[in-house]
């Protein structure tokens, strides 16, 4: 199994440029997060999916949307991308809510210049 | 909304001996679900401990513990017998009945010293 994993590690991209960060799961996980970390802060909710066709806002959505159109792949996309959108980005995935684990990707590199 | 606060941004340890990390959260919840997660330098997000807030008996994973005080809104880690490889950022967090989000801490760097 290669759990959570995300394409591209790295990305630079400019000021208004838009890009997808993609999330792949097989895990056949009903729930997937996206993540951001900001240097010496933890991680923030961006958007979330409770499962295939659905999605919801977290603690910091402008800027993004996200699509779930398959159970194992949760998209990412900047429209307009911003320097104050540089950070590192984590897609996880759970089983289900509550106590169930959420098991992280290795994260994604974004500088917006 | 919830908060979670970890009030030591850096601490050390010498290998074999035993640190504790604190925590502390607010809400008003009486259920909800607490997690360690450790972040090495790698990068890699690694759950260490979870603990159900309705349980009374605190979690044990190994040489992980967790000391939880459900009425002062604090749960501490403790890590016994320290391990050059414990040297890593540690990560509280809270997840609400929902069970949908989980709200971080600011998070402790652990350097564990031979």
């Known amino acids: 199994n290669a759990g959570v994993t995300q394409t591209p590690k790295f990305r630079v991209l400019k000021t208004g440029q838009s890009m997808t960060l993609l999330c792949a799961q097989d895990?056949?996980?009903?729930?997937m997060y996206w993540y951001r970390q900001d240097p010496g802060m933890g991680l923030r909710l961006i958007h979330y999916?409770?499962?295939?066709?659905?999605?919801a806002k977290g603690e910091v959505p402008d800027g993004y949307n996200v699509s779930r159109l398959k159970k194992q792949n949760f998209l990412l996309g900047l429209e307009s991308a911003a320097p104050s959108q540089t950070s590192v980005y984590f897609c996880?995935?759970?089983?289900?809510?509550?106590?169930?684990?959420?098991?992280f990707g290795p994260g994604t590199r974004l500088t917006v210049t | 909304a919830q908060t979670v606060t970890q009030s030591q941004p850096e601490m050390s340890v010498q290998e074999a001996e035993t640190v504790t990390l604190s925590c502390t959260y607010d809400?008003?919840?009486?259920?909800?679900?607490l997690f360690w997660y450790k972040q090495p330098p790698s990068r890699q997000m690694i759950l260490v401990i979870r603990?159900?807030?309705?349980?009374?008996q605190n979690a044990t994973e190994n040489r992980f513990s967790v000391n939880f005080q459900k009425a002062a809104k604090s749960f501490s880690l403790k890590i016994s017998d320290s391990q050059l490889g414990d040297t890593a950022m540690y990560f509280c967090?809270?997840?609400?009945?929902?069970?949908?989000?989980?709200?971080f801490g600011g998070g402790t760097r652990l350097m564990v010293k031979p």
């Open positions: 603990q159900e807030a309705y349980k009374q």
């Open positions: 967090a809270f997840k609400d009945n929902a069970g949908n989000m989980l709200t």
């Open positions: 999916s409770v499962g295939e066709g659905t999605t």
């Open positions: 809400t008003s919840e009486n259920n909800y679900y």
């Open positions: 996880a995935s759970s089983y289900s809510k509550g106590t169930y684990e959420q098991y």
């Open positions: 895990m056949n996980h009903e729930y």
